[in-house]
């Protein structure tokens, strides 16, 4: 004999035989010994004997409610019905274990609220499952009976809650904030009534059990229309929190009003309960991680984009150098960590006579190929083109005659280069002016000093290198 409703104080069986022999087996809450069965429910066998069983009595010590006591005579069941109970609760107990570590997860790494809302669900449905089919008595068979039975009535409810909660994080933010408290208020109202029913006498739990059952129905209904409006509105998360509801949303309310599964054997349709649920987190799992995957891949998207835009203001387009921004804010960095800081200023000897014989596009591609020598001279920290011809080069702790012979070996760089302009090649000298300076000196104090020499350079000839005197001294 099997019993399905664990709500009450103890059962006693009595079973009869023809030749007047009795049998009597019994439980009580905390106490199911080893008859106790996966699945929700309680076994009496009848001991096998010579004589048949005439008769089978069963009485109950403080039945929580007679609608709720489900008992079978049958035969031993079928092996293959045990395996195919094993397996899907096996499958649905792991497939929400997975999408609660997968929901935590996510909601740890993206920072958001939906995840935990989903997390929480699929705990509750977790646990909700754990108790009503008596899997946690391996570990903790003192909950069998009306504890296990509240705290499952309790977590199912929550479980209605929590979706609720996922709803107003993730699809609720179009609507306005009077409805969003009322659909507030109705998930703590499932969560109060489901309360009542759990720990209300017996006597109240027809009432407790009418209200929660009507209560569940008109949110169902509410929250389903609600999810059209938005949807007819353009937001696409009330579509999906449709989808991934739908399914378990019916499968609860078929097992609240028709009692019973799908499947012949699923008295209750709890077991149409936890599948629907099972695959309904995973499912949900996965779309509330490809749409973190596209707010990622958006972000991302986003940063490049702000990056390719921070570097491209302060980088020169034509050479690819650093603008007069970019160095700048370079040469202002050093003279902040390290002494002493030396700035080379380097112009182009006649550019102008370039331009005027072969064109801008030949002078372009001068101002290219000196970009591209200056770009191997060694100890440069940085390398600007400041404008027109004029570049800058950037060095730190260099001696005066170092420093003199860095501006040497960019020139040398220069003069080095040939550049094809039709059947004529190209090339050009430069000058340079040198200036170093301790740090905690301003830029353009270093800068003028480094012009004043490169002034210099130019009225002494041109293609030739002269420090500032501050150098000189040094």
């Not at 069965?37 to 039945?63: H, K, L, M, N, Y």
């Not at 699809?171 to 409805?179: D, K, N, T, V, Y």
């Not at 603008?323 to 050093?334: K, S, Y």
């Amino acid at each position: 004999m099997i019993v399905r409703s664990t709500r009450v104080a103890a059962i006693e069986t009595v079973f009869h035989y023809a030749d007047g022999a009795t049998i009597r087996q019994s439980v009580r809450e905390g106490d199911f010994g080893r008859r106790w069965r996966v699945g929700g429910t309680v076994t009496f066998d009848a001991p096998a004997r010579a004589v048949p069983v005439s008769s089978i009595g069963i009485g109950f010590e403080r039945p929580a409610w007679d609608r709720l006591l489900d008992i079978a005579v049958t035969g031993p069941p079928p092996m293959q019905a045990g395996m195919r109970e094993a397996l899907v609760i096996g499958a649905g107990l792991a497939l929400l274990a997975l999408s609660l570590i997968g929901n935590l997860l996510i909601a740890f790494a993206a920072r958001r609220t939906p995840p935990v809302w989903n997390a929480l669900w699929a705990g509750c449905v977790l646990a909700w499952a754990l108790l009503w089919t008596q899997t946690l008595l391996f570990v903790a068979p003192a909950m069998a009976g009306t504890v296990s039975a509240r705290l499952a009535t309790l977590f199912s409810t929550s479980a209605i809650g929590c979706a609720i909660g996922f709803f107003l994080a993730s699809a609720g933010g179009p609507i306005s904030r009077r409805l969003r408290s009322a659909i507030a208020a109705v998930a703590v109202l499932v969560v109060l009534l489901g309360a009542i029913a759990a720990f209300c006498p017996g006597a109240r739990l027809p009432m407790a059990a009418s209200a929660l059952n009507l209560t569940i129905l008109s949110a169902a209904v509410g929250l389903t229309a609600i999810c059209l409006w938005q949807w007819r509105r353009g937001n696409a998360q009330a579509r999906d929190f449709l989808f991934s509801f739908t399914i378990p949303m019916l499968a609860v309310l078929w097992s609240i009003f028709a009692d019973r599964g799908i499947a012949a054997d699923d008295d209750g349709g709890m077991y149409l309960v936890l599948g629907a649920c099972a695959l309904q987190t995973v499912w949900l799992t996965g779309v509330v991680a490809v749409q973190l995957w596209a707010v990622r891949i958006e972000r991302d998207a986003a940063q490049a984009e702000s990056s390719l835009m921070t570097r491209l203001a302060v980088t020169d387009p034509l050479t690819g150098l650093l603008n007069r921004r970019g160095f700048v804010e370079r040469v202002e960095t050093l003279l902040l960590e390290t002494s002493p800081v030396t700035l080379v200023l380097i112009d182009i000897d006649r550019f102008k006579r370039v331009n005027d014989r072969h064109g801008h596009d030949a002078g372009d591609a001068v101002l290219r190929a000196v970009a591209a020598a200056l770009s191997w001279v060694p100890d440069a920290r940085a390398i600007g083109r400041l404008g027109g011809e004029e570049f800058g080069l950037l060095a730190a702790n260099l001696s005066p005659a170092r420093a003199i012979e860095f501006a040497n070996q960019a020139r040398a760089a220069i003069a080095e280069e040939q550049v094809q302009a039709g059947d004529t090649f190209i090339s050009v000298t430069a000058s340079a002016g040198v200036s170093c300076v301790p740090a905690g000196t301003d830029f353009m104090t270093l800068y003028k000093a480094a012009d004043r020499a490169l002034y210099a350079a130019k009225d002494a000839g041109r293609d030739r290198a002269e420090i500032a005197p501050n150098l000189h001294a040094a």
